[in-house]
């Protein structure tokens, strides 16, 4: 099992900045990747970023893209995302999330729920205009 904690939500204005961080802990050499999603009331999850640990590689969403960063540091198990340029629309709860699936698979999955096996609880992002 892997145990995921994120912090670093806040309220803040738009065109303002944050940086996410989730720490894993527990058996997380059985993740081979780590994401975040966000959650906006009413909406379905969305994957917004991800990062391939073994490599470094990542993936966007389009919403994100130019904007959002996420980021690793393998000697403290932790993954960020730095959140800039933040929009009303960014308002969301984010979780992170960590999976097991090969290399090909998160090609393909990388910002799709369904390629996650790990979530955290989730923090909440406000951003008013």
């Known amino acids: 099992q892997v145990q995921l904690v994120e912090s670093g939500g806040a309220s803040v204005q738009a065109g303002g900045s944050l940086r996410l961080s989730c720490a894993a802990s527990?058996?997380?050499?059985?993740?081979?990747?780590m994401g975040w999603f966000r959650q906006a009331p009413g909406k379905e999850r969305e994957g917004v970023a991800s990062i391939y640990i073994g490599g470094g590689f990542t993936s966007y969403a389009d919403s994100v893209k130019g904007r959002f960063t996420i980021s690793q540091d393998s000697a403290k198990n932790t993954v960020y995302l730095q959140m800039n340029s933040l929009k009303p629309e960014d308002t969301a709860v984010y979780y992170c999330?960590?999976?097991?699936?090969?290399?090909?698979?998160?090609?393909?999955?990388?910002?799709?729920?369904?390629?996650?096996?790990?979530w955290g609880q989730g923090t909440q992002v406000t951003v008013s205009s």
């Open positions: 527990g058996y997380t050499d059985s993740s081979n990747y």
């Open positions: 999330a960590a999976g097991r699936r090969n290399y090909y698979t998160w090609l393909s999955l990388s910002v799709s729920a369904r390629a996650y096996d790990y």
